[in-house]
């Protein structure tokens, strides 16, 4: 997996702030941007129009609007194109669980997703309760039967309906090259969003503490008890962890950039690796933001604005590891 190709693919955009850490989001001031092209009469594309209407101006700079729209179909059915396997991120642009989103549009990106199995796709939310439900409908039949008929329409393919069977067959379901994770900037996000992450069948768990905007115990967040009963379920539902070692797989961490960085204190993000450590979760540490500081607030020292030149951190946060991935046939 380490020489597949990193990008993002985003069939679906547009999104609404729902927490502390939505409030620098980089895609809404990127989103902002694609919206003054449009309207200055920089471009005509479909790629640009659909971001119309997504933010607005605030005096604090461009938000949200609630506003999605989907990729015009080349956009969406893109993944189906790319033979070389890759690493694609879903949605850097929206949350493909977003409240406004259409189960029929989610329908179609997982169609595709089930399609191009030769890929990994990573899907973030902090819409965690509705991920959850999506995923574990009473009437599964009837979602894998909507996707097949998405699979057919994106792929313009009699045959794709079959090959959706073949992949949520019983051994491969959840499908094995898509990945799950929650944000958790802090530990009341924390408690919120694993628990819903745990509940939910995926072949690999994650949870991205970027930003990481205070501390956040994860055995406590998994120690819960709407955490233990998903755990519980899981177990006797058959859909526990691929691999055994525990319900979460992966664990990403990372400081804030841009414009208005929110200060991380570094303490926060080693204890998170010691954690991680302990549990035998494998630890991704990202950045260390544009502003890292100790626990008395005092500036860490680096020249990289960023925080993203591993040099410059402390040697024991210099851990950039990857979850071990399900076995493909």
């Given amino acids: 997996m380490s020489k597949i190709e990193w990008i993002t693919w ?3 955009v547009g999104c609404s702030a729902i927490s502390p850490g939505c409030a620098n989001c980089y895609a809404m001031r990127m989103a902002a941007a694609l919206q003054k092209i449009n309207r200055t009469g920089g471009s005509n594309s479909a790629y640009v129009n659909r971001y119309d209407g997504t933010t ?24 189906l ?13 929206g949350d493909l669980f977003h409240e406004s989103v259409p189960d029929a549009w989610i329908d179609r990106v997982f169609a595709v997703m089930a399609l191009a199995p030769q ?7 902090k819409r965690s309760r509705r991920m959850r439900e999506y995923l574990t409908h009473p009437s599964q039949h009837d979602i894998l039967e909507r996707i097949a008929t998405a699979a057919v329409r994106v792929s313009n393919s009699p045959c794709a309906a079959s090959l959706i069977e073949e992949a949520f067959d019983e051994g491969d379901r959840p499908l094995p090259n898509v990945w799950l994770g929650v944000s958790c900037e802090d530990q009341e996000r924390a408690d919120e969003r694993i628990p819903d992450l745990l509940a939910t069948p995926a072949a690999v768990r994650f949870v991205s503490a970027e930003p990481l905007l205070g501390p956040i115990n994860i055995a406590d967040a998994m ?7 998903a755990m519980q379920d899981n177990l006797a539902a058959g859909r526990g962890p691929i691999d055994g070692r525990g319900s979460l797989h992966w664990i990403i ?9 929110r200060p991380m204190v570094i303490g926060h993000a080693r204890e998170i690796v010691r954690q991680c ?3 035998g979760v494998s630890c991704f540490v990202k950045q260390l933001g544009a ?6 607030g005092q500036p860490h020292p680096q020249k990289h604005r960023k925080g993203a030149d591993p040099s410059e951190w402390p040697e024991d946060l210099r851990v950039q590891e990857w979850p071990d991935a399900p076995e493909r046939e």
């Fill in 81 to 93: 194109r790319w033979k070389r396997p890759r690493r694609i991120f879903v949605n850097s642009m």
């Fill in 119 to 125: 890929h990994t796709f990573q899907v973030l939310t």
């Fill in 277 to 279: 450590k302990a549990g």
């Fill in 291 to 296: 502003k890292p500081v100790n626990r008395e």
């Fill in 253 to 261: 961490v990372g400081g804030e950039s841009g414009p208005g960085a």
């Fill in 10 to 12: 985003n069939p679906i």
């Fill in 56 to 79: 607005q101006p605030s005096e604090a700079g461009p938000v949200w609007t609630g506003k999605v729209a989907l990729a015009p179909e080349h956009i969406l059915t893109a993944p």
């Fill in 223 to 229: 120690s819960t008890r709407e955490a233990v009963a």
